[in-house]
């Protein structure tokens, strides 16, 4: 498996030399525009979003489940419906590292496979195994953002799944996703991306409750200064959408 300074160099040479993307102003409202027709009853989505028809008519009920964009009032603001629903702000900082991190206790390990509908916006699939535990089939839409942003998931089901990755067309990414404790009760989560292809690479994250706690975090707090010291948060092409379009083309 490819590890060290070298891959993250390479991820660097295709990633980061692409350009940053800029939003106007009103972008949440784009994004809602753009989420619109997964609403149950809405019309055909237009404008460029054939994947978003796609969609709301590949389950065959003309619909799925229960999703509606940020901000929609039809759901509560605490975001679940009937437990198959969830509408959260992910704020995260990103680094790139390389191999697990020691003297950590871990508390989960999950195998993934993911892949991507659409990247701009993000909306993704993903199966989530968790060692010992039950397996997600998970939908995911994510608005624009760096440190922050919205983000809407609901569980699915296996056939939905398997349409939707065939809609796809292409080998999903496997990832390793490990998660730590840290001190304050968060979670240092590491990934290993695509661990058998010469494009393997690890990056970490750490989840804030807000974005001053996030902005405030120092890594040397928790012993990590070694380890987290290549910060890639809100750098063009360091997501994993930006991977996914330059290894599956």
Excluded at 42 to 65: C, H, T, W
Excluded at 168 to 182: A, D
């Amino acid at each position: 498996m490819p590890t060290g300074a070298g891959v993250n160099h390479a991820l660097r040479t295709w990633g980061w030399a692409r350009p940053a993307l800029h939003f106007p102003a009103n972008a949440r409202y784009r994004e809602n525009r753009l989420l619109g027709p997964l609403w149950e009853g809405a019309p055909a989505a237009a404008g460029g979003g054939e994947n978003f028809a796609a969609i709301r008519n590949i389950s065959g009920y003309g619909k799925v489940l229960s999703l509606r964009p940020c901000g929609a009032t039809s759901l509560a603001e605490g975001g679940k419906e009937d437990g198959r629903y969830n509408k959260l702000m992910e704020i995260e900082r990103k680094w790139m590292v390389t191999g697990w991190p020691e003297g950590l206790t871990q508390t989960s390990d999950y195998q993934m496979d993911q892949g991507y509908v659409s990247v701009r916006p993000t909306v993704r699939i993903r199966r989530e195994a968790l060692q010992g535990g039950r397996t997600a089939l998970v939908l995911c839409f994510k608005g624009a953002g760096t440190l922050s942003r919205e983000e809407i998931e609901t569980e699915i089901d296996a056939e939905l799944f398997a349409k939707l990755e065939h809609l796809i067309g292409k080998p999903l990414i496997r990832k390793e996703r490990c998660g730590y404790r840290l001190p304050g009760g968060l979670t240092l989560e590491v990934n290993c991306v695509d661990p058998d292809l010469p494009t393997a690479f690890w990056y970490a994250e750490v989840e804030f409750e807000t974005e001053a706690q996030a902005l405030a975090w120092d890594p040397a707090a928790a012993g990590l200064a070694d380890y987290l010291h290549d910060e890639c948060t809100g750098k063009p092409g360091s997501s994993m959408g930006e991977y996914w379009l330059q290894t599956r083309k």
